[in-house]
């Protein structure tokens, strides 16, 4: 994938119905990139396709449970079908739970790491074979700097976003030679309503398009340089 120019290319990203994915998606489609998206909401899928289309850029959506393989196989097929192959991807979906380990169920701690890790191993299992097929291209995995710095009634959430962390740095080593580059980026607090908080008008926290701004920049960038790891916080947080 050659750099600065992304127009042409063919994407799929995770969750991209709303919050920080939403933006992803607005910031390829707006540079001509040709867009999948995948939610588990219908409703919420069609209207994000609906907004995304308003720019004239290509864009299609496909309701998809990224913490089941079967689906997640379906969607990489759907999108190399409709784009013709693939060129990026972008692991975006995942859900808050945030409790004490004590508190917190048997069943809310595997919602949680299916949707925020399973699904990582899923698509990039499914999709790695239509990178190269493509000729190789871009993953880059949302974290965040719960992968880093854990906190209490966090245990769950950092567990996933550490193990993110893991999987992709492992996994950049795995497929460089075969013209795929593989980064993450680890945002701090986002305005979005992620956890169950509503988004607020004015916050110090950083905006959904501050994260896809970064995405941007280091998909543009020079094949010869990876950004393999960036880490994103406020830059005056709450005191």
């Known amino acids: 994938m050659t750099s600065g120019n992304l127009s042409g290319r063919r994407a799929v990203v995770t969750g991209g119905s709303r919050g920080i994915g939403f933006r ?16 588990r909401s219908p409703a919420a899928l069609q209207q994000a396709v609906e ?6 850029g ?7 449970d990224v913490g089941r393989s079967g689906p997640v196989k379906k969607l990489m097929r759907f999108a190399e079908e409709r784009l013709g192959g693939l060129d990026i991807l972008i692991n975006n979906a995942a859900v808050g ?8 169920s048997p069943r809310e701690w595997r919602t949680l790491m299916r949707t925020n890790l399973d699904s990582l191993f899923y698509c ?3 999709a790695l074979p239509v990178l190269r097929r493509s000729g190789g291209g871009f993953i880059v995995n949302i974290g965040s700097l719960a992968g880093k710095s854990a906190f209490p009634e966090g245990a769950a959430y950092c567990a996933s976003k550490f193990g993110l962390k893991g999987f992709s740095e492992a996994l950049m080593q795995e497929v460089r030679y075969d013209d795929i580059r593989v980064a993450y980026i680890m945002p701090g607090s986002v305005n979005t309503g992620f956890g169950g908080h509503a988004p607020a008008e004015e916050s110090w926290k950083l905006s959904p398009r501050d994260v896809a701004d970064v995405v941007i920049d280091t998909l543009s960038r020079d094949p010869r340089c990876l950004t393999s790891c960036i880490e994103m916080r406020p830059s005056k947080p709450r005191k």
């Open 24 to 39: 992803i998606a607005e910031a390829l489609v707006d540079r001509g990139v040709r867009t999948v998206i995948c939610g």
């Open 51 to 56: 907004l995304l289309a308003k720019s004239g």
């Open 58 to 64: 290509e864009i299609a959506g496909k309701v998809c």
């Open 97 to 104: 739970i945030f409790r004490s380990v004590t508190e917190m």
């Open 124 to 126: 990039c299992h499914h």
